[in-house]
């Protein structure tokens, strides 16, 4: 169970004053739970989610996990990140090792133990190829299974598929349902799409801007497992023309996709 | 890309400005207008018996042996201290005044003072090669880890790193490229700095030679020390560039990665 | 089996500039750094040549100054440096025209850049103070072999720069400067030469730097007249203090022309980038 209480951020600016990029958030993550975030651009998201990571400290309340307060990253949580952020220089089998090899394996047990991850994500053909020679979409595959790879019980995801293209995007939302319900993790989703918020979440927080804020926390009354069928289903649409209103009404961002 | 046929058109091309360039020396020095231009025939004829000789091995043998020992511990200090002025910014600001320093001034205007210190033998010439190599590695190595993807540094950090695992496993693979590059004009200005220290001296070492050659008008045999210089200076490149090519297999053109700084 | 803590701050954070009252504080740290460090240096160089028993090898830093302030009062200096100076600057334009006019043919020729090419690659791999013994059985050793040997060092990399500036002018501009059906010297002038300043600039700053080590290496390899014979001298002599100042007089001055060489090139490619940023 993760409990963020009464978080805030501050970040000072370069002429002298501050900015208050968060103020007093708070919810909570039930464990196993798809979580998701959704809101304008700039409201503050990626800092929520790496103070959740223990990247950035937050300058009011505290992340407890389990009971504990977070003061770092530790290893009951992996993140997923929007640019990839793969190692050029290494291989895609030591990339999925990475997570193990920095918790203190070897170079070469840590490519053993990732094997079954690159297996489940479909790139065992790949494993010895480097980075720059796949796409998008197998790129952030070796993200995902990096991350799975260090068996952890949350798992951070922003805006995983932000940078694909929107058939990929579909294609990577299905497969990651799919592992999902066989990993049984956590897992804390931020994204700009009410779609993929929707169509992927047992909850899904809608951010306020200016400063960062809850506004509501949506519950998705879908069942499971998610199909196709499921985006054209009432309730799903209901729930993204929900959210979309809600969104549009906090700023006119072109940028959002309007839900078809 | 260059078409197959336009490389081999420019080869062609290149032999025949070889050719012409010769013929054109070997003219000017049938004509005898200077010692300084002996035909080129004599300096080829000169070449086998100059490279085989006792004197030209020994000369190579003592300037490899200074480029053997100041060379690789000159480069590993560079890198080390390349890897810290890169990284840490007090680091850098205390020690960005003296390399630039360095790395502005002819260094060979402190041959003299060198020869004062260290004696006009095999120490002089080390620190020659030392100061001429040491400067530029850690600039590129310091470049290098500059590049360094901060994106990178918060995944390994998400995944628990400490500052020793960043540097290692992040920081350095990521200031490769450039290191190397560091690497392959430090190679290039050793040869530089033996061979100008070799020359002051006089007596040791291939520059030694040219000097003594020069002294005697022994001009084929000159020519002939010369161009085994350049044709070294070319090999060692070569070499370098392709280690660097196995060790980065990631980059697509390594030997095309611009040093950060080439140095005077 | 929670947060075994790491470091307990991110490079999220650390990326950003702190501002505010420590903002003041920041802007001089790194100068204390700075001074520090030259301070330092200069105190170890004193407090070392001090400690030791003579002044024939190692001088202090403060002797070293007085020497050159001495030297700098003495006609024989400035007659020296005038003997260095000349026929550097003599080399050194003739590096920098040659090497221009071979850069841009190069660049713009592929033909001429082949015919070239075996030429330009092992002048640019060899260590070119093997050539002065041949530059003074050429021209003994007065000022022509010296205007050579700097011409020598300086003339490759102005050649290598400038072509590679020519080679990397945006096709485009050449298109369109073909579309108006330029004639080819007009093309070269008008659209081929400014295009490629930079590279050439840069040839000029680096090619100055190789032609001081010219002037340098002269003035060591052949010491007969210039400051190199003050060098010879001072060593002679045991007066360390003086051959110290002498290499320091040698030092700033290359320094001083870098520094010109790079304040030129700065004015010249801003204000073609300027230029470019009207167009
Ligand atoms: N290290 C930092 N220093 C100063 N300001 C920061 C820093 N990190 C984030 N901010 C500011 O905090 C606010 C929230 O940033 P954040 O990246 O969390 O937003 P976001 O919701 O993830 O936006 P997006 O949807 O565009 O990714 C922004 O206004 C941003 O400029
Ligand atoms: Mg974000």
Known sequence: MIEIEGIGRRFNTRDGGSFEALKDVSFSVKDKEFFSIIGPSGCGKTTLLKMVAGLVKPTAGRIDIDGQTVIGPGEDRAMVFQQFVLLPWADILTNVGFGLELRGMSRKESREAAKPYLEQVGLTRFAEHYPHELSGGMQQRVGLARALAVGPDILLMDEPFGALDAQTRQLMQEDLMRLWEVEQTTVIFVTHSMDEAAYLSDRVLVMDTHPGRVREILDVPLPRPREESTRRSPVFNELTSHMWHELRGMMGDPTLPAPE | MRSMSAKNRNRVLSIIGLAVGLAIWEVIGRLELSPAFPPVTAVIGAITEVWTSARFLDALRESLISIAIALPPSLIFGIGVGLLVGRYRPVEWALDPLINTFLSLPLVALIPVLFLIFGLGRGSILATIVIYTFFIVVVNTAAGVRTTDPQIVEMATSFGAGEQQVMRRVVLPSALPLMYAGVRIATGRAIRAVIIAEQVIGLIGLGGLVQRLGGAFAVEQLYAVILFIGLFGLVSMEAVTAVERRALPWVIAPEDTEPAFQGA | ?279
């Open chain 3, 1 to 279: 089996m929670v947060a075994q803590s790491g470091p307990t701050l991110g490079s999220g954070e650390s990326q950003v500039p702190e501002a505010g009252p420590r903002a003041r504080a920041n802007r001089w740290t790194p100068w204390v750094f700075r001074i520090g460090s030259v301070g330092l240096v200069l105190v170890i160089w004193e407090l070392y040549g001090r400690a030791q028993e003579t002044t024939l090898f190692f001088v202090p830093v403060s002797s070293v100054l007085a020497a050159l302030w001495g030297q700098l009062q003495s006609a024989e200096f400035w007659d020296a440096f005038g003997q260095t100076f000349i026929p550097f600057i003599w080399g050194w334009l003739l590096s920098l025209a040659v090497g221009i006019v071979l850069g841009l043919l190069i660049g713009r020729f592929n033909t001429f850049d082949a015919l070239t090419k075996p030429y330009v690659t092992f002048l640019n791999a060899l260590p070119v103070s093997t050539l002065v013994p041949i530059a003074v059985i050429l021209f003994g050793i007065g000022y022509a072999s010296r205007i050579l040997v700097v011409f020598l060092f300086g003339v490759v990399e102005v050649t290598l720069n400038t072509a590679a500036g020519v080679r990397y002018v945006n096709k485009d501009l050449i298109e369109m400067g073909e579309s108006f059906n330029a004639s080819q010297p007009r093309l070269f002038r008008k659209v081929i030469f400014p295009a490629s300043l930079p590279g050439i600039m840069a040839g000029v700053r680096i090619g100055t730097g190789r032609a001081v080590v010219g002037m340098v290496v002269v003035e060591i390899l052949l010491v007969a007249v210039g400051m190199g014979r003050l060098i010879l001298r001072y060593r002679g002599r045991f007066q360390s203090a003086d051959l110290y100042a002498v290499v320091l007089a040698l030092i700033i001055f290359g320094i001083l022309l870098q520094v010109l060489a790079r304040q030129i090139e700065r004015r010249v490619s801003k204000w073609k980038h300027e230029m470019e940023q009207i167009a």
